[in-house]
């Protein structure tokens, strides 16, 4: 049974930063993709970055390039994603997700919503202006 539980959310001023961490359980596969992904009510849910896990790969989407960088600590299991220059648009649920199924997937897939099997419950990130 694959258990992902957040932590590391919370409110913010503009250009604050934050350290969203993801304690991942139960993943047997040698290699896998790991994404944080946010989403606002009213809005779809968005790939934010992923990982590939023993690939070494890592993707991002254009509107945090620069200022997220998402890492994973084997040892401890844990996905991290460190945020800096946050801006209110950054204000969202976010949610860390793995992908257990895949062996590759293009970069446009890695931040994708569908191809995730497992979910946390998310963290809350809230930013003001």
């Known amino acids: 049974q694959v258990q992902l539980v957040e932590s590391g959310g919370g409110s913010v001023q503009a250009g604050g930063s934050l350290r969203l961490s993801c304690a991942a359980s139960?993943?047997?596969?040698?290699?896998?993709?790991m994404g944080w992904f946010r989403q606002n009510s009213g809005k779809e849910r968005e790939g934010v970055a992923s990982?590939?896990?023993?690939?070494?790969?890592?993707y991002y989407a254009d509107s945090v390039k620069g200022r997220f960088t998402i890492s994973q600590d084997n040892a401890k299991n844990t996905l991290y994603l460190q945020m800096n220059n946050l801006q209110p648009e950054d204000t969202a649920m976010y949610y860390c997700?793995?992908?257990?199924?895949?062996?590759?997937?293009?970069?446009?897939?890695?931040?994708?919503?569908?191809?995730?099997?497992?979910w946390g419950q998310g963290t809350q990130v809230t930013v003001s202006s």
């Open positions: 139960g993943i047997t596969a040698s290699t896998y993709y």
């Open positions: 997700a793995a992908d257990t199924l895949s062996p590759v997937l293009t970069s446009t897939q890695a931040l994708g919503v569908n191809v995730y099997n497992y």
């Open positions: 990982i590939w896990v023993g690939g070494g790969r890592t």
